[in-house]
């Protein structure tokens, strides 16, 4: 039952990260040109360059603001990698090796073997 459920959980996140990957990759790219924005903004010796830079740098970052729903798909993208990290881990808590020599403790590992 655990492998069905985090095979939905995943099949709606992969849904969810394509949907939302045109977002993503405006977002990269917005983020990116930001980021040449700014070494260019102070690169540049006169005001007025400095100006021209500092507008064109708000227009870019309205532009990444509004692929807010980007967000959602780096959010899928990161349940995508908890499920694949989740997949084939094995969930037996009750079951530990002790190095005690008590008779009741070897007694529940025995047990817990014999059930396997």
């Known amino acids: ?38 070494k ?11 100006v021209g830079w500092i507008i064109l740098g708000l227009f870019i970052a309205s532009i990444a603001f509004s692929n807010i729903y980007a967000v959602i798909g780096l959010a899928a993208a990161y349940a995508l990698y908890l499920i694949y990290k989740n997949w084939n881990k094995e969930d037996d808590p009750m079951v530990h090796v002790m190095e005690d020599d008590d008779p009741f403790t070897n007694f529940e590992r025995e047990w817990a073997e014999l059930n396997k």
């Open 40 to 50: 260019k903004f102070v690169r540049s010796d006169s005001t007025a360059g400095k």
């Open 1 to 38: 039952m655990k492998k069905f459920m985090l095979f939905v959980g995943g099949l709606v996140a992969l849904i969810i990260l394509l949907a939302n990957l045109g977002p993503m990759v405006l977002l990269g790219l917005s983020l990116w040109l930001l980021y040449v924005i700014f």
